[in-house]
């Protein structure tokens, strides 16, 4: 019998099997963090892209939860200026998986399957992260984005969205006031290239919701970390990466169902949870 969304929710809302091991990405030359089970061949991988002024160590948890869970997660620690270039931004999260797929990753030889990668990214890394599965370079090859409170760039990620075609999932904030969702995780969500694609919007969330700790930046930018939001965007990022790039159901029913920390829009809604 399929576990009911809830008790996905509740699942993978807390660490995985795995134990885990984190290493630095400017070894192998591009500066960044990496997090990787301690142990596995043939893994899946993601790349994150930081917010606006966010340093990589702001998603520390989060990416030690995919970890956690199988998933190899690595974020680049560049561009992080005030005047950052999107463009080259999206072009660092797609070497970062060159290097996981193409590095040694600890001492007893953990592999990643390089038909199984994905990006994802808050804020201006959210849409630089569109940018990078948009791009028509034949490697790596993107197969599934995932957003939170994901901002416009320059090229538009909104424009960009029309090339991706493979699943999407886009988190927006509720009371973001610096990336509305409107004009920008919305307005990719409608955008997008393919079919699978969802937007939910986290309840009482803002901007700076999925941040952990606290950094000199919420002096000029609206929000602080907020437990809720980085509570269902691990448990969601989770289930759409393991879905889509593991090719299991078991996570599934939490992605169809609606959730109150995670709205669907109305027409999409099938199930409470």
């Known amino acids: 019998m399929a576990a009911k969304p809830k008790q996905i929710l509740d699942e993978l809302s807390h660490p995985g099997p795995h134990e885990v091991l ?3 990405l400017a070894l192998v030359g591009l500066p960044g963090v990496v997090f990787t089970p301690s142990a596995g061949l043939n893994l899946p991988a993601i790349a994150f892209g930081h917010g606006w002024l966010q340093p ?3 998603y520390r948890e989060l990416l030690r939860h995919l970890a956690s869970w199988g998933i190899v997660a690595a974020a680049p620690a560049t561009q992080s200026g005030p005047l950052p270039s999107h463009r080259l931004f999206a072009s660092d999260l797609r070497t970062s998986l060159d290097i996981v797929t193409g590095v040694r990753l600890g001492a007893d030889g953990i592999s990643v399957d390089p038909g199984k990668l994905g990006v994802a990214g808050h804020s201006i890394g959210g849409g630089a992260a569109v940018l990078a599965a948009a791009d028509k370079a034949d490697r790596p090859k993107i197969r599934a984005v995932a957003t939170i409170a994901a901002a416009q760039t320059m090229p538009p ?3 960009a969205a029309r090339d991706v075609h493979v ?3 886009h988190l927006a904030a509720e009371e973001d006031l610096v990336a509305p969702a409107l004009g920008n995780s919305e307005a990719m969500t409608h955008a997008w290239g393919d079919e699978d694609v969802q937007f939910r919007t986290i309840g009482k969330s803002t901007h700076l919701g999925v941040t952990e700790g606290k ?8 929000g602080k970390p907020h437990h809720r939001t980085q509570r269902v965007t691990r448990a969601l990022f989770t289930a759409f990466f393991l879905t889509h790039l593991t090719r299991t159901d078991a996570y599934r029913p939490l992605l169809e169902a609606d959730l109150k920390a995670a709205t669907l829009p109305p027409a999409e809604k099938h199930a409470d949870v």
Do not use: I, K
């Open 56 to 58: 990589p160590t702001r």
């Open 22 to 24: 984190h290493g630095n």
């Open 215 to 222: 950094h000199w930046s919420q002096l000029v930018l609206h």
């Open 167 to 169: 699943p999407g999932l």
């Open 157 to 159: 990620a909104t424009e």
